[in-house]
Every structure is written in C-alpha cells, then in structure tokens.
C-alpha cells in the first residue's frame, strides 16, 4: 500500500512538473489559419519567412528564404490583404510579397536611399521616405505604382501614416523639421521646426498628435496634426531612438540609448512622467495588448528586460542573442521575438506566465533560437487565414 502511494505521489509530481514548464496553451485554430514572420536579412539580401502557426504549437523554424532587393531594412504588412511589404536601401526599391505563396510578386521602384515602409490603415497606400532624395513616394498597393513622389525636408528618415489616413508625418534629419503630408490631396501642408536630427514618429490613435523622438538634442518633439504647430520640447534621455505608445494612447516609451533608461511621456499633457533604468543600451521597445508590459531590447548586454507599467519596476530580463534589436510579438501575445543583430538569429521569449507574475526567471524564458541571414534588420508577423483560391493550390 506504501508503495501504491508513493507511486501516485511521485507520478503528481512529475504531472505538476509538466504543467509548470509546458509550452502555453493554445487555443484551437481552423485548418486555413497561418501566421508567419518576416525578418529582413541586409547582407543577405533575402527575407526569412518562420512558422509562427500553431499545430497546436508554433515550430518557430525557417519555411522559407525569399530573395529581395538589395540590402533590405525596413518590413510592414498589409492589414487588409495578406501582402508584406520589404524596403531595400540600396536597390531603391520595394519587394511586394505575397503571404500566401510566401513568394515575391512584384517589384515596386522607389527613390534613393529608403529604409522604411508605412501602411495605411485601409491597406490602400503605402509612403516611403527616401532619404537620399528628400522625397517621399506614395504607392497605389492595389495597382503596386508609384502615385506620387512628394518633395520634403533634407535627408527624410521615416514617412508614418496617421491611423485616420488623413495625415503623414514625416522626419527630416537633415534640417531639423517635420513635414506633414495631406494624404488626400499628395502635398505638403505644413512643415514644423522640431529639434536636433529628428527620426522616430508616434502617432495617438485619434490622429490629433504626433511625437518626434530627436537623437542629436535628447528630446521629443510634440507636434498638433491639426494646426501643423510644435507643442511642447520634452527633455528625456541621451540619444532617444525608439518610440513605443501604449494601445491606449495614454503613454509614450521612449528608449534611450546612450543613458540606459527609458522615459515616459504622458500624451494628454506633454509631460514627462519619468526615467527608469532599463539595462544597457535599450533600442527598441514593444507593450503587450493589455497595457501592462513593456519588453525592451538592450542592445549592449544581449538581453531582454521586462518593465511593469503598472508598478514602475523591472521585472526581470532574459538573455537572447548578440545586439537584440526589432521586437515582435505573435497576434496571440504568448511569444516574443527578437532580432539578434549580430549572431544572424532570432530568439523567441515564452512570455505567457510573465504577464501575471514576477517571481523568479523560471516564469520567462528562452523559448527557441532560429539561425536566419546575414544582419537582421527588423522583423512582422502576419495572421490570416488562406482564400479559397489558396487553399485549391
């Protein structure tokens, strides 16, 4: 009988074990449903294309190397139709791929020099600043043709659309101002002195407002879409380069590289709420869909931290590859990714039980890590569900 109970215990204890250390549970998806990232591979000159798709777990493994332009840096997808969108720099030009062939179907050309790509929300136009010359070209995404290239500020590092369409903001590093692009009617409405070498853009949700980190004054320039007017220079900061609103709108991150911390800015005010140190040489941030966490890549110590927005504090961090750079999340928020610029991989950080405790490392952790090309540059996922046409192929 001892031994019959032994058994039972010893057997519960390895049950619990399981459970405790097991993948994230899934929910069930239908058989069409497929989700993948896109990492832009520079020295490369491919795209890697992972399996994010559940059966019932994510494989995270490489599907597929698709060949591009030159130099590829910058990735978005199309929220509308399932199309991902690569810029290749020294191409000048703008790889159009399909997600569900995961093949290449078009090039679109482009001005010298672009780096990243901006969708609208309704998937019609997409805008790529071209920072060797001081241009932005506005792309047709159903005919894939160049509409127009406006003329803008010198050196334009990055063209964002605001979430109405109404609007495009666009950085000019070169002259120190943002130019603010009426969708609509293809013309400059307005260009706004900032501060010094602006780059990074946050749009909030209602299209009110933007934010402008700029790296050479340690500041972020707050700026009236409406009016075309500078509101507020908020001091943050050494060298802020990344820019992360919170779904709500309510809070900015700003990542600061060369003072190791990161700041908040309160949107509704224009304040800056504080500074938390962050870890070494924080470069891209990313908040979970609840509002609650901040994942930030640190650049210099190959690691992830993870802030509580709620409480203000580090919770912890986890250990990846070399120069962790662009972060995404899967669209079930379980999984992060990282693109680890200098070992040529991606490291994906189980992330579930992290939302709901703080206790010790065990709760995160390195999940797998994926070889892909030469220097990473950024990376998107993309969620959908095949079309009948699809799914007869």
Not at 19 to 35: H, I, K, N, S, V
Not at 167 to 182: A, E, F, I, K
Not at 191 to 217: L, N, Q, W, Y
Not at 258 to 279: C, Q
Request: glycine share 6%; charged share 20%; aromatic share 6%.
């Amino acid at each position: 009988m001892k031994k019959l109970i032994l058994l039972c215990v010893l057997l519960a204890g390895v049950a619990a074990l399981v459970w405790y250390f097991r993948t994230p549970d899934l929910p069930q998806y239908a058989p069409t449903y497929r989700e993948y990232a896109y990492v832009t591979n520079g020295k490369s000159n491919t795209v890697s294309v992972l399996d994010l798709t559940p059966r019932p777990y994510p494989r995270f493994n490489v599907i597929r190397t698709i060949r591009v332009g030159a130099n590829p840096t910058g990735v978005a997808v199309n929220s509308r139709k399932n199309e991902i969108y690569v810029v290749n720099t020294q191409s000048n030009n703008v790889s159009v791929i399909d997600a569900e062939r995961n093949q290449l179907v078009a090039t679109i050309g482009v001005h010298r020099a672009p780096y990243f790509i901006s969708v609208s929300a309704d998937g019609k136009r997409a805008y790529v600043a071209n920072s060797g010359s001081a241009n932005v070209s506005v792309i047709d995404l159903e005919t894939r043709k160049v509409l127009a290239n406006v003329r803008v500020g010198a050196a334009p590092g990055l063209a964002r659309v605001s979430p109405d369409g109404e609007t495009v903001v666009v950085s000019n590093r070169g002259d120190n101002t943002v130019s603010l692009l009426d969708a609509p009617r293809l013309a400059v409405r307005a260009t706004v002195p900032v501060c010094v070498h602006p780059e990074d853009i946050a749009i909030v949700p209602d299209s009110s407002k933007a934010f402008i980190s700029c790296s050479g004054s340690n500041q972020v320039a707050a700026v009236d879409l409406k009016n075309g007017k500078l509101l507020a220079l908020l001091d943050v900061g050494k060298t802020p380069v990344h820019l992360e609103l919170k779904p709500d709108g309510g809070e900015l991150m700003v990542s600061n590289f060369d003072s190791d911390n990161i700041s908040i800015i309160e949107t509704t005010t224009n304040e800056v709420g504080g500074s938390y140190l962050i870890g070494s040489h924080p470069v891209r941030g990313i908040v979970t869909a609840d509002n609650s966490l901040l994942y930030e890549s640190n650049f210099g110590s190959n690691a992830v931290a993870v802030y509580s927005i709620d409480t203000g504090k580090v919770l912890g961090s986890v250990g990846v590859g070399n120069q962790p750079d662009a972060l995404a999340l899967t669209s079930n928020q379980n999984f992060l990714l990282v693109v680890d610029a200098q070992s040529d991989d991606v490291a994906v950080i189980r992330m579930k039980r992290l939302a709901t405790t703080s206790k010790i490392s065990r709760d995160r952790a390195l999940y797998a890590i994926t070889p892909v090309g030469e220097q990473p540059n950024d990376i998107a996922v993309k969620a959908f569900f095949l079309t009948e046409r699809a799914g007869r192929r």
